[in-house]
């Protein structure tokens, strides 16, 4: 997962067709689904948070590519429970989401 500030501002902007300075949190899940990045913008700057699972998976029931939760959802995800979401339609076809 290499994708810093100007690769994740990129995919929220051209794949997701989002504004990446709206506030909201924006993350990102690799393939393996055992690393996550997310990019927020504070009114001041971007802020980048990662985390690395040491076992196991982060798991999302919903498989489409782009997933709306709410702060509890994030949590509980954070904390390795299965959780669901509101898919969103709109992401532009032909992105890829990886973050390689």
Excluded: H
Excluded at 52 to 71: P, T
Excluded at 83 to 96: M, P
């Amino acid at each position: 997962m290499r994708k810093s500030f100007d690769g994740l501002y990129e995919l929220v902007s051209r794949c997701l067709l989002e504004q990446p300075t709206s506030g909201d949190l924006f993350i990102f899940i690799n393939r393996k689904k055992t690393y996550l990045k997310g990019l927020i913008w504070d009114r001041t700057g971007f802020v980048i948070i990662a985390k690395k699972l040491e076992r196991g998976q982060f798991r999302l029931r919903n498989q489409a590519e782009k997933v709306v939760i709410d702060r509890s959802s994030l949590r509980m995800l954070l904390d390795g429970v299965s959780v669901g979401g509101t898919e969103i339609s709109g992401s532009k076809q032909g992105c890829s989401g990886r973050l390689s």
